[in-house]
């Protein structure tokens, strides 16, 4: 079992910053990938972002550019960095863990979820 828990959300104005954490347990981090979606109130959860367990890493159209992914092995932690963020960024943001099958953007080909973060982006 893995358990992941988010962190780093907040209220931040359009064009800032914002740096989320998704801390895990268990000993076979660094093998599997990691991913980030979030969800809108009256939206689906969409994919963001995911890096692989080598490093390997893959955006949604909508954040490339401005959002980044990455991971910390030694902590059993992955980020998602948020820079020049959008009203339209905001959304409770969840960490996602191990890919069962190939899809990254699929929320239900992922195994493993967090309770979210909520982020909110101000105009």
């Known amino acids: 079992q893995v358990q992941l828990v988010e962190s780093g959300g907040g209220l931040v104005q359009a064009g800032g910053s914002l740096r989320l954490s998704c801390a895990a347990s268990g000993r076979t981090f660094s093998s599997y990938a990691m991913g980030w979606f979030r969800q809108a109130p009256g939206k689906e959860r969409e994919f963001v972002a995911a890096i692989s367990g080598s490093g390997g890493n893959t955006y949604a159209d909508s954040v490339k550019g401005r959002f980044t992914i990455s991971r910390d092995n030694a902590k059993n932690t992955v980020y998602l960095q948020m820079n020049s963020v959008k009203p339209e960024d905001t959304a409770v943001y969840y960490c996602?863990?191990?890919?069962?099958?190939?899809?990254?953007?699929?929320?239900?080909?992922?195994?493993?979820w967090g309770q979210g973060t909520q982020v909110t982006v101000s105009s």
């Open positions: 996602a863990a191990y890919l069962r099958i190939a899809g990254m953007e699929t929320p239900g080909n992922w195994k493993f």
